[in-house]
């Protein structure tokens, strides 16, 4: 399989945006896009999904943090999509559970050629650290409309906002991972009955 990685840039009047992935990382990022506790979600992603990620953002925060998050959704959905190429030899499907003290989250993903979100997260607050919870909702919505996947985001219990958008993060970090590994006995084969994703 070749290297998969993409670099993809968004310049828009709202938001100036840079993301670089590698798919076959080592886990680590390189974040800088003016909103920390997105930061702290992303890192989540690139350390549970093994991925190399590196963000670098500029957006109109002294409105509000709404076209920089989904902006970044988006572009990151962009960059998924050139990575991962023709989806020849990988599994396509990945799922993952992850609890965090009284918090369990579901996230399970296709990478389909369709866009398609199904998200449940009920929230207890609506902020946290200042972060408008109901933005990622806005992330997730940019991502699977240009990443070209199917994603169900489900948590499924929770009383602390942070453990509840921490347990969603790390469970996408573990479905991307699953759904994106090689598997060698697919090698060169869309895995598709209709022979293409």
């Known amino acids: 399989m070749s290297a998969r990685?993409?670099?993809?840039?968004?310049?828009?009047?709202?938001?100036?945006?840079?993301?670089?992935?590698?798919?076959?990382?080592?886990?680590?990022?390189?974040?800088?896009?003016?909103?920390?506790?997105?930061?702290?979600m992303l890192d989540q992603v690139a350390r549970h999904g093994m991925l190399d990620l590196t963000i670098t953002a500029k957006g109109d925060l002294h409105i509000d943090d709404h076209h920089t998050?989904?902006?970044?959704?988006?572009?990151?959905?962009?960059?998924?999509?050139?990575?991962?190429?023709?989806?020849?030899?990988?599994?396509?499907?990945?799922?993952?559970?992850?609890?965090?003290?009284?918090?369990?989250?579901?996230?399970?993903?296709?990478?389909?050629g369709r866009p398609g979100?199904?998200?449940?997260?009920?929230?207890?607050?609506?902020a946290v650290g200042g972060f408008d919870v109901d933005l990622f909702a806005e992330f997730f919505q940019g991502f699977v409309n240009h990443a070209l996947?199917?994603?169900?985001?489900?948590?499924?219990?929770?009383?602390?906002?942070?453990?509840?958008?921490e347990t969603v993060f790390k469970a996408f970090g573990r479905a991307l991972r699953m759904a994106l590994t090689a598997d060698v006995r697919m090698a060169g084969v869309t895995p598709s009955t209709k022979g293409v994703l």
């Open 5 to 40: 990685k993409a670099t993809v840039s968004r310049d828009t009047l709202e938001t100036q945006i840079t993301v670089e992935v590698k798919l076959d990382g080592a886990g680590k990022s390189e974040l800088d896009t003016g909103i920390p506790f997105l930061e702290h």
């Open 69 to 112: 998050v989904e902006d970044i959704g988006i572009t990151l959905g962009q960059a998924m999509a050139q990575a991962v190429g023709d989806k020849k030899g990988i599994l396509r499907y990945g799922h993952a559970y992850v609890p965090l003290d009284e918090a369990l989250s579901r996230v399970v993903i296709d990478f389909s």
């Open 117 to 126: 979100l199904t998200y449940d997260i009920p929230f207890t607050r609506s």
């Open 149 to 165: 996947v199917t994603l169900h985001v489900d948590n499924l219990r929770g009383d602390n906002s942070h453990h509840q958008i």
